[in-house]
């Protein structure tokens, strides 16, 4: 059984720091890419940032340069690192894992979802 369960997540204020994990089980992790998307209350998911299995990051247009996607192939985890927060980044966060090739930043290339962790930034 695959499973993939995020933490991390909590309320935060403006321009505070949060690091996410998305501890992934049942399968060979090492070989699929990972990423993180979001969605906040009635707007669609939304791309946040991908590692693929040869550990190349890729950050959408609403992380990049405040937020690091990284992987562990010894734990099984990813993670996101995100910095400067702002309260338009509040939302459910979660964790995909796919081995597509192509169109990393599109939530139909990713097989397998975590249940998602609420992040909140507000003072």
């Given at each position: 059984?695959?499973?993939?369960?995020?933490?991390?997540?909590?309320?935060?204020?403006?321009?505070?720091?949060?690091?996410?994990?998305?501890?992934?089980?049942?399968?060979?992790?090492?070989?699929?890419?990972l990423?993180?998307?979001?969605?906040?209350?009635?707007?669609?998911?939304?791309?946040?940032?991908?590692?693929?299995?040869?550990?190349?990051?890729?950050?959408?247009?609403?992380?990049?340069?405040?937020?690091?996607?990284?992987?562990?192939?010894t734990?099984?985890?990813?993670?996101?690192?995100?910095?400067?927060?702002?309260?338009?980044?509040?939302?459910?966060?979660?964790?995909?894992?796919?081995?597509?090739?192509?169109?990393l930043?599109?939530?139909?290339?990713?097989?397998?979802?975590?249940?998602?962790?609420?992040?909140?930034?507000?003072?």
């Amino acid at each position: 059984q695959v499973r993939l369960v995020e933490s991390g997540g909590g309320l935060v204020q403006p321009g505070g720091s949060l690091r996410l994990s998305c501890a992934v089980s049942g399968v060979t992790f090492s070989v699929y890419n990972l990423a993180w998307f979001r969605q906040a209350p009635d707007k669609e998911r939304e791309f946040v940032a991908t590692i693929s299995s040869s550990d190349s990051p890729w950050n959408g247009a609403s992380a990049r340069g405040r937020f690091t996607v990284a992987r562990d192939n010894t734990k099984n985890t990813a993670y996101l690192q995100m910095n400067y927060l702002k309260p338009e980044d509040t939302a459910v966060y979660y964790c995909a894992a796919g081995r597509g090739s192509s169109s990393l930043d599109s939530a139909s290339s990713y097989e397998y979802w975590g249940q998602g962790t609420q992040v909140t930034v507000s003072s």
